[in-house]
């Protein structure tokens, strides 16, 4: 149980377009998701926490109007990354939690972001 | 400010060592302390957490609040143990994980 999928697993695209990622909690519902970046050989930075129905909570430095998240439904969320440029190439990670009083999250598999 | 230190990027043993992953926080509340786990071309996983008091796969951390540590122990390593660890501290009311920069350990036989 506990499973959180991506998807795409990986994605290239061109400078300037946008870019969807999904994040699917596949047999619990996910009150909460949260949304890291890592880099090569770096640890996880948390970029953002996304509760179902209200507006996500961004971490200081992250731009919200460029990494637009959506948590529409208790098993879905998104992150967009909109007029991407080559900078925001990394591995895009998800997790979930069920429960906000709940230790343990669950984590997706990641999404490489190559952006040309 | 709230931070999570782990001050070895690579930690390489032999087979049947001792080994011993460091980790130091900074946080001014009540600390709840994790250990994560990434297997080569798998999926971050939990392994333990301290307030569980555990052993998962003959590992374990001790909370020590005075030193503000949660070093991750094992007696003797085994070649599957080979991977990447990372220390994380829980803030905030949603479970906001805050990630050290992670300790490979490379298992030799």
């Known amino acids: 149980g506990a499973v959180v999928s991506q998807h795409p697993s990986w994605v290239i695209c061109k400078s300037g377009t946008s870019v969807k990622i999904e994040c699917r909690s596949l047999?619990?519902?996910?009150?909460?998701m949260f949304w890291y970046r890592q880099f090569p050989k770096q640890s996880l930075m948390l970029m953002a926490t996304?509760?179902?129905?209200?507006?996500?909570?961004?971490e200081q430095g992250v731009e919200k109007d460029k990494f637009l998240i959506n948590h529409a439904s208790l098993t879905l969320s998104t992150l967009t990354v909109t007029s991407a440029h080559p900078e925001d190439s990394s591995f895009y990670i998800c997790?979930?939690?069920?429960?906000?009083?709940?230790?343990?999250?669950?984590f997706g598999p990641g999404t490489r972001l190559t952006v040309l | 400010a709230q931070r999570v230190t782990q001050p070895e990027k690579l930690l390489s043993v032999f087979k049947g060592a001792p080994v011993e992953l460091k980790c130091n926080y900074s946080y001014s509340g009540s600390p709840e302390l994790f250990w994560y786990v990434q297997y080569s071309r798998q999926r971050l996983q939990l392994l333990l957490r301290?307030?569980s008091r555990e052993s998962i796969k003959g590992f374990t951390a001790d909370l020590n609040k005075g030193e503000t540590s949660f070093h991750l122990k094992k007696p003797f390593a085994q070649e599957e143990d080979s991977a990447m660890y990372y220390c994380?501290?829980?803030?905030?009311?949603?479970?906001?994980?805050?990630f050290g920069a992670g300790t490979r350990l490379a298992v030799h036989p």
């Open positions: 301290h307030i």
């Open positions: 047999d619990f519902q996910a009150t909460t």
């Open positions: 997790s979930a939690t069920d429960s906000p009083g709940y230790n343990e999250q669950f």
């Open positions: 996304s509760n179902e129905g209200s507006k996500a909570t961004y």
């Open positions: 994380a501290l829980k803030t905030g009311g949603y479970n906001k994980l805050i």
